[in-house]
Nanobody, 126 residues
């Protein structure tokens, strides 16, 4: 069973940067398609970014394109979300999600991901 753990959230001023990390301490996530979603208070959980298991494909929501970068470091079993030029509207709980590969492709759809972390809070002050 995949057990994802996120870290790296915090409080940052607008224009600042944070790097989120996602890993599973008990098993490899290198053969999973991985994604980041976020959920702001009173809103639905929404897609942020995704990366295929083989790193050949990455996808971003238009709201973060050019500011956020998803990557993975396979020798460390970690997936990152580098967030630059942060805005107050980026404030949310950020969740890491996993989907088996290569049987399934990387996806932007929340329901396609069976495995989730507990989330890490990102707060951007104006």
């Amino acid at each position: 069973q995949v057990q994802l753990v996120e870290s790296g959230g915090g409080l940052v001023q607008a224009g600042g940067s944070l790097r989120l990390s996602c890993t599973d301490s008990g098993r490899t996530i290198n053969n999973y398609n991985m994604a980041w979603f976020r959920q702001a208070p009173g809103k639905e959980r929404e897609f942020v970014a995704a990366i295929s298991w083989n790193e050949q494909n990455t996808y971003y929501d238009d709201s973060v394109k050019g500011r956020f970068t998803i990557s993975r470091e396979k020798d460390k079993n970690i997936v990152y979300l580098q967030m630059n030029s942060l805005k107050p509207e980026d404030t949310a709980v950020y969740y890491c999600a996993a989907r088996s590969a290569p049987s399934y492709s990387v996806s932007r759809i929340r329901a396609d991901y069976p495995f989730w972390g507990q989330g890490t809070q990102v707060t951007v002050s104006s």
